[in-house]
């Protein structure tokens, strides 16, 4: 059994930050590439930024040099730090990697998402 956790949601006004977290846990061989989406209501889920284990990054257009993706191979996590908040950001987050599994199946696996709210 696999999961993701994340942490670090809320509310927050514009032009302020934020950090998100997700912990990955259980049954891990390794995790290759994680990342972070978001969905806003009414809206599909669009990536944010991914980072691979070697630790390359990508980001959306609207949020480079806002954003930035980490990651902790030695403890599973990885985190976004999410500065100069707009109010077009507000979305539900999800944390997101590929894991090969103790049973060496490879497979995607999504936290259950963490609320971000920004007020202008």
Do not use: H
Request: charge should be positive.
């Amino acid at each position: 059994q696999v999961q993701l956790v994340e942490s670090g949601g809320g509310l927050v006004q514009a032009g302020g930050s934020l950090r998100l977290s997700c912990a990955a846990s259980g049954s891990i061989f390794s995790i290759n590439d994680m990342g972070w989406y978001r969905q806003a209501p009414g809206k599909q889920r669009d990536l944010v930024a991914t980072i691979t284990r070697g630790g390359t990054t990508n980001y959306a257009d609207s949020v480079k040099g806002r954003f930035t993706i980490s990651r902790d191979n030695a403890k599973n996590t990885v985190s976004l730090q999410m500065n100069s908040l707009k109010p077009e950001d507000t979305a539900v987050y999800y944390c997101n990697a590929e894991i090969r599994s103790i049973s060496l199946q490879r497979r995607s696996y999504w936290g259950q998402g963490t609320q971000v709210t920004v007020s202008s």
